[in-house]
């Protein structure tokens, strides 16, 4: 299923979009998709039949806001440098270990929800990233097969990143994490039925229309199941938890100067095969 949130800010209501592209209103069924619904197995096979009955009301999609698509979101965490090329782009060595660092809920925005550039920001930066979304509870797995079993599905993730405050401030990555609106998500959860092989999934990146990022899921040094994994060993997965998984090469910090980081106006696309497209105009904050 692709499930969404649809309506001005704080005001969503769960939708579906069915197999021949129609959005369908679940309000009646369910009062939201978040982490409570992802966790009953008995709502979502409700949402199933409804949704093969044919007989959800549709909904008008023209001038309709996509939010996020899921609720009550309890963390993001990050798995940084988790693509071969774009360690090498980089000149990072590629991590023994998955490299984890955290961004605030209320980072998340809409996936066609203007995204702020920081006050005293220069260095600006994309990158187009597959997110996990948890479906249950989870702590010290033991295995990549119980791992896949924890996730919901997957959606696309904007892992926005001041580079400056990232790298050159001091302490942690947070500073140039957790600026507002710098981690757009959506437009769809797309239940992990519909992605048999998360490792096999073509990821794109444009800037201004020019394509910047053109990659796949298969170069992950640590792959989805491993990540999932290996988090669960240092914090515990609820769902609706959301992980992004790293970018590949193409972001702006690995190109030759002067490097061309995101400036007011701006127009940032981004796709995952199979999970949908975002759009998102900058702006300063």
Known sequence: MKLLRVGTVGAERPALLDESGVLRDLSDLVTDINGALLADDEALARVRAAAASGELPALDASGLRIGAPVAGIGKVVCIGLNYHDHARETGAATPEEPIIFMKAPDTVVGPDDTVLIPRGS????????????????????????????????????????????????????????????????????????????????????????????????????????????????????????????????????????????????????????????QCQRLARA
């Open 122 to 277: 220069e260095k600006t930066d994309w990158e187009v990233e597959l997110a996990v979304v948890i479906g249950r509870t989870a702590r010290y797995l033991e295995s990549d097969e119980q791992a896949r079993a924890v996730v919901a599905g997957y959606a696309v993730a904007h892992d926005v990143s001041e580079r400056a405050f990232q790298i050159e401030r001091g302490g942690q990555w947070d500073k140039g994490k957790n600026c507002e609106t710098f981690n757009p998500l959506g437009p769809w959860l797309v239940t992990a039925d519909e992605v048999p092989d998360p490792q096999s999934l073509g990821i794109r990146l444009w800037v201004n229309g020019e394509l910047k990022q053109d990659g796949t899921t298969a170069e992950q040094i640590f792959p989805v199941a491993e990540v999932v994994r290996y988090v669960s060993q240092f914090m515990t997965l609820y769902p609706g938890d959301v992980i992004n998984t790293g970018t590949p090469a193409g972001v702006a910090m690995g190109q030759p100067e002067p490097k061309p980081y995101l400036r007011a106006d701006d127009v940032v696309e981004l796709e995952i095969d199979g999970l949908g497209r």
